[in-house]
């Protein structure tokens, strides 16, 4: 069912007590009688009970802290006018809007068509091998033994499958089962020898420079991809 809307504004007619959904109402807050009121609310009491309608009104007009002790038809339009004017607007534009990216999404699809790759899902087995494929871990072993001669030392480590395509860093050592303090301590001294190459991935292997030459076997852990 259609709903005429104001033109320009885009209210809906048939509530006009609120400003949605061109933009957010704003409302007084009510507030509990209190000692310094009490005697306005006896007197609206009062006119009421003796069918004077003038002066109870007239009394709410020039009292607003005693208008926001009443919950009146005002109020209560207000207030109905917003809740309709939102349950409208959902059911007629979002239900609609949810409707459509539902009907044009194409849920789970590995292999979809060029336009249709922004609209669907990868199942968690695609996104597992897309994982693997662009982000590796290796665990290399650099040899003292490899090492040239001269600065900046080069050693150039076989790694198959690796190609000169990919990119690795290295971000940490990997050291035997409970290794010892020397140990540890000549791993790590040796690990800060090493230097960056952004060239020196390759097709089966991986060159490492260092400043200074290395003087033990140590691993390394790289990742990339």
């Known amino acids: 069912m259609a709903y005429n809307l104001e033109e320009f504004t885009e209210r809906y007619v048939d509530t006009p007590l609120t400003n949605f959904p061109v933009k957010e109402d704003i409302f007084d807050r009510m507030s509990d009688i209190t000692t310094v009121l009490l005697p306005l609310v006896n007197?609206?009491?009062?006119?009421i009970s003796e069918n004077n309608l003038v002066e109870a009104n007239q009394l709410l007009a020039s009292n607003p802290d005693l208008l926001n002790c009443?919950?009146?038809?005002?109020?209560?339009n207000r207030l109905r006018d917003a809740?309709?004017?939102?349950q409208r607007h959902q059911i007629e534009n979002c239900d609609t809007l949810f409707n459509t990216i539902a009907q044009k999404a194409g849920g789970i699809n590995d292999n979809p068509e060029p336009e249709q790759a922004s609209l669907v899902s990868y199942s968690a087995e695609k996104v597992d091998n897309l994982?693997?494929?662009?982000?590796?871990?290796?665990i290399v072993t650099i040899p003292a033994s490899g090492w040239s001669g001269s600065y900046p030392y080069t050693n150039v480590v076989q790694i198959p499958g690796v190609t000169k395509n990919m990119n690795f860093q290295v971000i940490g050592l990997q050291h035997q089962n409970n290794p010892s303090y020397s140990q540890v301590k000549l791993d790590k001294k040796?690990?800060?020898?090493l230097m960056g190459n952004k060239?020196?991935?390759?097709?089966?292997?991986?060159?490492?420079?260092?400043?200074?030459?290395?003087t033990a076997?140590?691993?390394?852990?790289?990742?990339?991809g």
């Open 43 to 47: 007197d609206y009491n009062q006119y």
């Open 70 to 76: 009443f919950f009146n038809a005002e109020k209560y």
């Open 83 to 86: 809740i309709i004017a939102m």
């Open 131 to 138: 994982v693997n494929k662009f982000h590796t871990r290796l």
């Open 190 to 193: 040796n690990m800060g020898m």
């Open 199 to 214: 060239a020196g991935v390759g097709d089966g292997s991986i060159t490492f420079h260092a400043y200074k030459k290395p």
């Open 217 to 224: 076997d140590f691993t390394i852990v790289v990742e990339g």
